[in-house]
């Protein structure tokens, strides 16, 4: 019973992976829901696109975005990585262990 | 401690890693990847010669003090090169296209793509790297130092 | 024709190692079987032409999580236990 579920599940999540890949970009284009390939708003892309080269001289469109025009993002990220780096450290130093370390 | 040839070829692979993390960051504003990605892969290397000789030969290589140092530095100097555009706002490009360090202009479209660019984004990006590859590789030397291997 | 069949062929095995991953008592090989999912997983980023997320995937995922996995099983429990 369990096998029959689990390869109904398999089947079913399978072809619903194949109908996005094989059809990418017409996949929930009229209407509403998931707009894979054709975007609805297009304002701040062509924005970015068309600009980014030279406003910040640089080739790599994503990388721009990500630290300059996004740069509080990255920002938080970074702030995110140092909090984990720090709640690692601070509860992994009440197991025994390493204890003549420093 | 692993065997012979997993140290073997840890020994090798170690350099090619890390040259190719360094690669992904200083080159993050021309090609795919960037400061994140470039550290996670430093931090990779650092995990496999820390697997293959174990933690207690390994320690007296690579310090946690100076991969937390380098974390804290690496933030610094993100918040540092942010501050100061501040003239004109936040997180401002001052450098790009002004002629100075990282301040060539590109022309707009397809070109080969030049390393002198870009303004504040190799500085960031390295910023960036030198904070991601300091905190991935220390949260693998706390979890290799604290606590007691289980036997079974 | 043979990018599709990669492509399909890459999705079919996501979804057999996430299974695997859930399914295995042994959480050693669990945690290998996702690795093997987070390689999978930044090639079919790769594919849909998002190469600093397969970066990040290919580094994080498949490097760090696995080695961060492997020494948590070492230090704890093995073998999964029914409560």
């Known amino acids: 019973m369990r096998n029959i579920a689990m390869i109904a599940v398999f089947a079913i999540l399978l072809s619903f992976f194949m109908y996005i890949a094989l059809n990418p970009a017409d996949f929930g284009y009229s209407g509403e829901g998931l707009n894979f390939g054709h975007p609805r708003f297009t304002d701040m892309d062509d924005y970015f696109i068309h600009n980014a080269q030279n406003q910040t001289a640089s080739n790599n469109v994503v990388t721009s975005i990500v630290f300059d025009y996004r740069g509080f993002d990255t920002l938080g990220e970074a702030t995110v990585l140092f909090t984990a780096v720090l709640g690692v450290g601070l509860g992994l130093r009440m197991l025994r262990g390493d204890e003549d370390d420093e | 401690m692993m065997s012979k040839i997993v140290r073997t070829q840890a020994n090798f692979l170690y350099p090619l890693i890390l040259i190719f993390g360094f690669y992904i960051v200083m080159h993050g504003h021309l090609t795919p990847g960037g400061g994140f990605q470039g550290g996670a892969v430093i931090a ?46 936040f997180f401002y490009n001052f450098l790009a296209n002004s002629g100075l360090i990282f301040g060539e202009s590109i022309p707009y479209g397809i070109n080969p793509g030049y390393l002198n660019t870009a303004g504040t984004l190799p500085i960031m990006n390295l910023a960036v790297g030198i904070e991601v590859l300091g905190g991935l590789g220390a949260i693998i030397l706390y979890m290799m130092a604290y606590g007691r291997e289980v036997s079974e | 024709m043979i990018e599709d069949i990669i492509h399909v062929l890459i999705l079919a095995g996501l979804i057999v190692t996430a299974y695997l991953a859930v399914k295995l008592r042994d959480l050693l090989a669990a945690a290998v079987v996702l690795g093997v999912f987070s390689f999978l997983l930044s090639l079919e ?24 996995f492997v020494i948590a099983v070492k230090k704890t429990a093995r073998w999964e236990v029914e409560e």
């Open chain 2, 44 to 89: 990779t290397g650092i995990a496999l010669v820390v697997v293959a000789y174990g933690y207690e030969k390994i320690k007296r290589w690579i310090k946690k003090t100076h991969l937390t140092a380098a974390e804290g530095i690496g933030l610094l100097c993100f918040i540092i090169t942010a501050f100061i555009g501040i003239g004109t706002s």
């Open chain 3, 45 to 68: 980023f790769y594919i849909l032409q998002a190469p600093d997320v397969a970066i990040a995937e290919a580094g994080i995922g498949a490097g760090l999580t696995t080695a961060i």
